[in-house]
């Protein structure tokens, strides 16, 4: 198993200056941002395809599907408008004309080579806005691992590193969706992976179902287990029960999900990003596939992680998973 | 007529857990939910053990576990709750209900198959 868990954000870079590229490049290296150069024939269908981006750094010469400056800026808003833009000018331009307030609305802001620190200060504004404590992102890895396990046997698992999204596309064919509610944080946790996938782990053995449960609803009850799983095991690991100063009793706030199956697409109705995790599930057995899961949380309704803090130094005292407990 | 009933409604679980079991020498029956094991431990009288998920639709475990205790009363079956769930508040209302035993999900099959020999012999 490999795993990291500082938090990155991914981008595309999208330059037609080489050694602007490059300094971009080396700029987000060190700024926990992951930048994808992308080529310009190519933007739209990288928007069209990616699940789990954050934004993108794009100059005003830059040229893509006959279109620059400002007309590009407005194509790709119209397309993603969830995804903010980091606009990259001449700083004598910048001076020479500044950008209309219009145009500004468009973009997440605009900086010039001169001034990477504007570039950091957009960045972090837009995409790392909110607080996850380390203790937090390592749990719910762990927690998560020990789900996968317990459902797809014999593998390894790959864990990129924590990212922040903000883009809302669904990965491959089948999601689970489950609300995650504490004292301290209230939202959803999503899964999202790719029903052949999900099959041939079946077909192969490595799940707790007969090899010839392959309908579509059993591929359903091994992603709705690992969720449960996840779900239940963080509840017990970051839930403070001792924490008797909110109502249970009190109404609570919802707001609408929508999902536009077209376009694959799902709004919780916030801007902030999307707390993303990615695992590579590889058989240890030669020559059969790997499974994609996306997991991403979305604390939409609450998030208050100073409260974690309090509830952490208590989850020693759990019983572990998988012991009886006789009463 | 089955000695062991297993009441989760993820079908996974239920293939696991009854594999296990099946393969120790028990008869086992299954049941997607509380409704459908409350109506399943009616029916037949010679179940020794139930084991049951607490979240599930239509009837979760605890209410399915009290109905079964205000119904057959103490004498009759253990019940053991394996379950995700691990908040004391829950596992005093299992205790009330006469649950036997609780375990956290993810489990491991020997410590199921230990249970219920403990249990049902």
Redesign the interface.
């Known amino acids: 198993m490999t795993t990291e868990s500082d938090i990155k954000s991914k981008v595309i870079i999208l330059d037609d200056n080489t050694l602007a590229e490059e300094a971009i490049s080396n700029f987000c290296e060190v700024n926990s941002v992951i930048g994808l150069k992308a080529k310009t024939a190519s933007l739209f269908d990288i928007l069209d395809g990616n699940t789990d981006l954050g934004g993108i750094i794009m100059s005003s010469t830059v040229a893509s599907n006959e279109m620059q400056g400002e007309e590009l800026v407005k194509a790709i808003h119209y397309k993603r408008p969830e995804l903010p833009i980091f606009y990259r000018c001449e700083k004598s331009s910048l001076e020479e004309s500044p950008l209309s307030e219009t145009f500004k609305r468009l973009i997440a802001g605009e900086f010039c080579m001169e001034n990477l620190d504007k570039l950091k200060a957009d960045i972090d504004s837009h995409l790392f806005t909110t607080y996850y404590p380390m203790a937090l992102i390592r749990g719910m890895q762990e927690v998560s691992l ?2 996968i396990r ?2 797809i046997r014999d593998c390894e698992i790959e864990v990129d590193s924590p990212y922040l999204v903000k883009d809302r596309l669904i990965f491959g064919e089948l999601m689970s969706l489950i609300p995650m509610e504490s004292t301290w944080y209230r939202g959803y946790m999503m899964i999202q992976t790719t029903e052949s996938e999900i099959i041939q782990a079946i077909e192969n053995g490595l ?4 090899i010839n ?1 392959t309908d579509f ?2 591929v359903n ?2 992603l ?2 690992i969720t ?2 996840i ?3 963080i ?2 690991r970051f ?1 403070n ?1 001792d924490d008797d100063s909110t109502d249970e009793q009190a109404p609570k706030t919802q707001v609408p999900i929508s999902v536009n199956h077209h376009h694959k697409y799902i709004s919780f109705g916030t801007e902030e990003p999307q707390l993303c995790f990615h695992y590579k599930v590889k058989p240890k057995k030669e020559g059969l596939p790997s499974i994609e899961l996306y997991q991403k949380f979305i604390f939409n309704l609450s998030w208050y992680p100073d409260n974690f803090l309090n509830c952490d130094s208590v989850t020693e005292e ?10 | 007529m089955a000695q062991i009933l297993v009441v989760d409604d993820s079908a996974t679980v239920r293939n696991e857990v009854a594999g296990f079991l099946s393969s120790n020498g028990f008869t086992v029956e299954t049941a997607n939910d509380g409704k459908e094991g409350l109506d399943k431990t009616r029916s037949d009288s010679g179940l020794k053990l139930i084991i049951s998920d607490v979240n599930m639709p239509n009837m979760d475990g605890l209410t399915m576990a009290e109905k079964i205790r205000s119904e057959l009363g103490n004498q009759t079956v253990n019940i053991i709750m394996l379950t995700t769930e691990s908040d004391p508040r829950m596992k005093e209302r299992g205790k009330a209900a006469g649950v036997k035993g609780w375990i956290v999900k993810p489990f491991n099959g020997a410590a199921i198959v230990g249970a219920v020999k403990k249990l049902v012999g």
């Open positions: 020990e789900a317990s459902n799940t707790p179902l007969d449960d609803r059993f009850s091994v709705n287990e449960n799983l779900w239940g095991g509840k017990n839930a029960y759990l019983v572990e998973s998988g012991e009886l407990e006789f009463f």
